[in-house]
């Protein structure tokens, strides 16, 4: 009750807020509208006893009253409507607003991890619709309030007996309460599979997975999980609704002996002559309209519940909001080295640490490569150094100064970050680099500049309009890019900020072609040690890595080694033995060779896969002698 009354006044307040005079005529319209609508019955009890009693007079009187009422009614009624559908769209677009600010403004990044943010977050995704109409739910429950208090009254004046005629509603009105709990009940009992139904025909309709579907021949698979999802969640749904429609069929039979108890009474005082037959028909307009307020109340009470559960559940998420970052430019940490003292960090709910406890200096102006096998904590290590997690334990200090001092938002100003999960953008070309530093989203020199930087602007020359072409496929018209090509332009935003004081890259050249990979690394180490920038570069490529200033090693979340290449494969540790792997690995393919067990026994006739271009003969791998690679050329 207590959560219902707070999500009716946050949804009250966000109305007034949004738009202040819509909100007051909707508010004041309303009952208004009921006020009125209260003299219909009264109207027509005149028009009768005017025309039965041959009083010319009150019969007029009586039909003027009910043209003028029903005439203002209609078109108030459509002017609150109005107001009300514009109202609720600007409420709507607060809520979101609201939702955005408390999704994405978080400094951190741990809410995400918290199962109760995450759970609320997924149901007002659900159901975001619903926090508009949340507004008409409640004006529509108001409504219907007015119009049985008003009847009540109405009846109870006519005759005081009949002030026991809503009593007869109530257990319909209860009887409709409880089939719309039962469905309800049923309808979350099926929630998972619903979601489960939801997958499956995402996944049959998903782009992404158009191949493996093929591949696999998964179509009739996903299908029948689909249906089987289906049969399950609606069994136990439809049993409920024929439960409720029975409770339902009892209420109206007790209500419709009540109807017509009071109207026997009615008619017999008729016939005494006690009442007028102006006053019979008030009696049947009035309980007509009881009944309907009460079953209209009974179906949408439950529409105004759901919506204000969602509301609930808004508020459960704005408990994750935090204010406004208003730390000044002074603040900002001056650069210098970047020390670890003692760092650790737990996701939570998991009982070991991805990282740490560590200790490690990484010089202004180096160039670090982290490595180590997968889950050994180097995205965590990154994620930490963004500011993303604040560490468990342990501190993080630059030129001396803890990190934990100065607000994430103004630490991460200093920071060029590609992740290992980068951001597809669906924007233009050219805002999808941008927006790597948004004061310069619109200044074409700047994005060309970071094009360039990353080795990007072959990717942007491709596309049919250049810096303006949108990208995406959800979008009409937009066009997608190949994986490396998507990870190009997320370097190229990293580029926007020309004066980092750390540069992040996690796994930057993952979808690269060796060619890219290498002019990458060009380009890193000619930015190296003349700024005082510190990169620290996350990759499994040791072409890549030992290029390094300094390696780091992770295993488990512990640092196992640091130094520089020389120092490292001097050590004969684990890194020397992971270096050899690799080293060897890539040797062999260089030669050509064929690993132990590879299809050795397999003859290929280089006759048989030789190509024919447009032009004539081309050069095939078939033209080469058997047993060589082109590689191996
Ligand atoms: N969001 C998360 N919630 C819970 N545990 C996580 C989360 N992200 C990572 N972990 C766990 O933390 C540990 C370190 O993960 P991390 O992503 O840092 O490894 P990594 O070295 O970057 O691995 P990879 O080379 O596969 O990218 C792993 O055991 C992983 O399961």
Known sequence: MRTSLAAVRVLVGTAIRVDPPRAVLVLTLTPLINILAGGQPIGIQWMVDGATGRQLGQAVAGALLLVVITIAAHQITSVATDLRLVLEQRVALEFDRRLITVCAGRAHIDHFQDAEFLDAAELVRQRRGQLGGALSAFVENVNLMARFVGSAGLLALANPVLALLPLFVVPLAFAIRWQSRLVSTAEQAGAETDRLRRSMFSLATDPAAARELRLYRLSGEIGARHRAAFAAASGPR????????????????????????????????????????????????????????????????????RTLDTIGLYLRLVRYAEDADESRETDRPSRGDLVLHGVSFSYPGRPVPALGPIDLRLPAGSTVAVVGDNGAGKSTLVALLAGLYPPSSGSITLAGRNLADTPPQLWRRDIAACFQDFCRFEFSAGETVGVGDLTKLGDPDAVAGALAAAGAADVVAGLPSGVDTQLGRTLPGGTDLSAGQWQKLALARARMRTEPALVLLDEPAASLDPDSEAELLRRLL????????????????FTTVREADLIVLLDKGELVEVGTHAELIARDGRYAHMYALHAAAYTSAAEGEVAAGMHSDLVVDPRQVALHGADGDVQAAGDLPVGQSAAGQ
Do not use: M, N
């Open 238 to 305: 439809e049993a409920a609704r024929l439960k409720g429609a029975l409770a339902v069929a009892a209420g109206w039979l007790l209500y419709s002996i009540g109807l017509v108890s009071g109207l026997f009474l009615v008619a017999r005082a008729v016939i005494d002559g006690t009442a007028s037959a102006g006053q019979a028909v008030l009696v049947v307009l009035l309980g007509t309209r009881l009944v309907i307020a009460t079953t209209g109340l009974g179906w949408l009470f439950g529409w105004l519940r």
């Open 526 to 541: 000619a930015a190296g040690p003349t700024r005082a920038v510190i990169t620290v570069i996350v990759s499994h490529r």
